[in-house]
């Protein structure tokens, strides 16, 4: 059988009301030329129509120019299952998924990106869903918005609450689908794929069985095809078995904005000193007092948004690789990268598929996770995944539910208001004009962390923010810390809608993180256990079958952790 064909002949085995499973991180990994030739498809012929996707992570790139939005047509789609979604800057147009969205043209889902592969997993191996306590107390959570995103979607829910051997859980149906459209670097002539010029593996094995263990087709886009056993077969990542057809796109660029860099794809080493720092100002401020939660040797979930300067502040403090790095794409240890590369890493020590990374995040095997917030409310929930009227400023959830369902520290990142003019230099912090956008709020428009769960599982969490450092407690918010130059009751107390009660060892953040040169940061260090559970209730640390060390940080109480 021969298995390349044109994208053209690829889109035309696309039948109406077909499920779609197309691999993708924004512009990693898209299989564009693929998704393209299925949109001209349906310009031309009105055909496929009544599509369903599903998406674990979005296909398509932050201008919504790429990706989902070849495909992003009336009567086309019909329904998008996705973990994100393209999201770009005010200043350019809505994409075109978002308008479909928006106006109800669609049952748009945002589900957490671990809990889609999951489904997929399941679908694979022919169980009925899957059964997780990840989302509870969410907008993932039936009682809440069931992960709608529109009303189209709220008739057709997609997740119920189920009480399983006593406990209460998440029920997400397996959903099967017909074809799966994935992308790898190379296919040899039977259809083995690898994935050598990749900056993630993503989810293209399991996307690939469950379609395959179910009837369906697998069609794989790569930069080129080379002689059947020419491939290492360690270096096989999707086997042939597995493939149905192979289309070529020789140009495919590597991510959104880089055509090919051998540094993202861990072919070649890239010399630390050319990292560039991040930028002074006040998020510098921010991502060098959200470095001061970390320790020696801690592995260390990244999010996106100002979180992911932290590994460029340690690298300038000279720490680099001090902690490991791990993010949902895949990467694990390295230089996360930024903007449009963000999910890729430089000089990572490996590169694992995205399903198992996120079965690694969704049972809390890291230490600390970094992440950032849009608002806050007063059971310290967080919102990420949707603000306001142009809600294509965010791209949804991705992996944060599935991140924070069962992290054991949490240290979320953002202003304290949204527009503030700010000035940072000589040790302190000058509010030049206030914001006019509070971001700690009375209800937050969603829930994407749950503070109330969050309490309730003994989560450790704090916010910090360019003006002051807050912990969640049992029974408040609370201010640790202040910034030098910062009036309390006028800057952060009049600032919020909900109350913040003060510490009684108030503290004032050091003045060395509001001057330019590096601030001198030393990670804590880390105490070996072997065998040792963490336990953190009502406030109070204990280690459950061992003795513990404690310490003190610039912040809060900790207690050091690590693992034999």
């Not at 002689?227 to 999707?238: C, I, M, W, Y």
Request: aromatic residues 6%.
């Amino acid at each position: 059988m021969k298995k390349v064909i044109t994208a053209e002949q690829a889109a035309a085995l696309i039948r109406s009301d077909d499920v779609v499973s197309i691999s993708s991180s924004s512009g990693l990994g898209c299989p564009d030329k693929v998704l393209a030739a299925l949109g001209a498809r349906f310009e031309k012929e009105g055909q496929p129509r009544n599509l369903t996707t599903l998406n674990p992570i979005a296909a398509g790139d932050m201008y919504g120019i790429k990706g989902i939005d070849h495909i992003a047509k009336p009567g086309l789609l019909a329904r998008v299952l996705a973990g994100s979604y393209p999201s770009g800057p005010s200043s350019l147009p809505m994409p075109a998924i978002w308008h479909m969205v928006v106006d109800n043209q669609i049952e748009a889902y945002n589900i957490p990106s671990g809990i889609l592969y999951d489904m997929h997993r399941d679908a694979a191996a022919k169980r009925p869903g899957v059964l997780t306590k990840v989302g509870l107390g969410t907008f993932v959570d039936p009682e809440l918005q069931g992960c709608a995103m529109n009303d189209a979607a709220a008739a057709h829910p997609v997740v119920r609450k189920e009480i399983f051997d006593g406990q209460e859980w998440l029920y997400f149906p397996a959903i099967v689908p017909q074809v799966t459209i994935i992308r790898a670097t190379t296919a040899d002539e039977h259809g083995n794929l690898t994935y050598e010029h990749e900056g993630a593996l993503l989810g293209g094995l399991d996307q690939a069985l469950a379609a395959r263990n179910n009837g369906g087709i697998v069609i794989a886009q790569v930069k080129r095809v080379v002689k059947q056993g020419s491939l290492r077969p360690h270096d096989v990542h999707v086997p042939c078995n597995l493939v149905d057809y192979i289309v070529v796109d020789a140009e495919q660029w590597q991510t959104t904005q880089t055509p090919y860099d051998p540094a993202i794809s861990g072919e070649v080493a890239q010399p630390v000193s050319t990292f560039e720092p991040q930028a002074w100002g006040p998020e510098k401020v921010i991502s060098r007092r959200a470095a001061m939660e970390l320790a020696h040797g801690q592995a260390v979930n990244l999010g996106f948004g100002i979180s992911a300067n932290v590994p460029r502040i340690l690298l300038e403090e000279g720490l680099h690789g001090e902690v490991t790095w791990a993010i949902e794409q895949g990467a694990v240890g390295g230089m996360p990268l930024l903007g449009f590369a963000f999910g890729c890493a430089s000089n990572a020590d490996a590169i694992m598929p995205s399903p198992n990374q996120f079965t690694y995040f969704q049972g809390g095997g890291f230490d600390v996770t970094l992440l950032s917030f849009l608002q806050v409310d007063g059971n310290g929930s967080v919102n990420v995944s949707k603000l306001g009227a142009k809600p294509y400023l965010t791209a949804g959830c991705g992996g944060f539910v599935d991140i924070t369902a069962h992290a054991k520290r949490i240290v979320f990142s953002g202003f304290f208001t949204a527009g503030a003019k700010l000035e940072v230099g000589d040790g302190k912090l000058t509010i030049l004009k206030e914001g006019k956008t509070r971001k700690f709020v009375k209800s937050a428009e969603h829930i994407t962390f749950s503070g109330l769960i969050g309490r309730q599982r003994g989560q450790r969490v704090t916010y910090v923010t360019e003006r002051c450092v807050i912990d969640l407690e049992d029974d408040a918010l609370v201010v640790r810390e202040i910034a030098p130059g910062i009036d309390l009751q006028r800057d952060v107390l009049d600032q919020a809608e909900v109350p913040l009660r003060v510490a009684k060892d108030l503290r004032v953040m050091d003045p060395a993180l509001f001057m330019a040169a590096p601030f001198g940061l030393h990670l804590r260090p880390e105490v070996v256990r072997r065998g040792s559970t963490l336990s953190t209730k009502g406030g109070q640390d204990t280690l459950v079958g061992d003795t513990v060390t404690d310490a003190s940080s610039n912040a809060a109480k900790f207690v050091e952790v690590t693992r034999g």
